[in-house]
C-alpha cells in the first residue's frame, strides 16, 4: 500500500536549519510528483514546496523561497526539504503527499518548533 513516512522535525531557534524527510513506499515513486505541505495551530494547511517526480521541476510558497529547498533521490524513493533560516512562523507540522490519479496521499506529519 502507498506510504509517506516524514521524519526530521524538531526544535530549532531562530535562523537555524532543519532538513526533513519523506521515505515513500508502495507506488512507483520516480513517477509522481511530491508535495510538501504544512499546518500550524489555528491556520489552514498551505503549501509549501513542490518538485516533479523527475526533480526537475520545483516551486515554492513565496513565503519559504530562497530558504527552503526541495530535493528527491529516486533510488532511495525519499524528498527532502532543507529549512534554512528559520523564523518563529516556519514553526507548524508539516506534511508530505503524493495524488495517484485522484487519490491524494499523505503522511502523518512532522512537527518543526521555532522558538529561542
Known amino acids: 500500500q502507498v506510504q509517506l513516512v516524514e521524519s526530521g522535525g524538531g526544535l530549532v531557534q531562530p535562523g537555524g536549519s532543519l532538513r526533513l524527510s519523506c521515505a515513500a513506499s508502495?507506488?512507483?515513486?520516480?513517477?509522481?510528483?511530491i508535495t510538501w505541505y504544512r499546518q500550524a495551530p489555528g491556520k489552514e494547511r498551505e503549501l509549501v514546496a513542490y518538485i516533479s517526480g523527475n526533480g526537475l521541476g520545483t516551486n515554492y510558497a513565496g513565503s519559504v523561497k530562497g530558504r527552503f529547498t526541495i530535493s528527491r533521490d529516486n533510488t532511495k524513493s525519499t524528498v527532502h526539504l532543507q529549512m534554512n533560516s528559520l523564523k518563529p512562523e516556519d514553526a507548524a507540522v508539516y506534511y508530505c503527499?503524493?495524488?495517484?490519479?485522484?487519490?491524494?496521499?499523505w503522511g502523518q506529519g512532522t512537527q518543526v518548533t521555532v522558538s529561542s
Open positions: 508502495g507506488f512507483t515513486f520516480s513517477s509522481f510528483a
Open positions: 503527499k503524493t495524488r495517484l490519479g485522484v487519490v491524494d496521499y
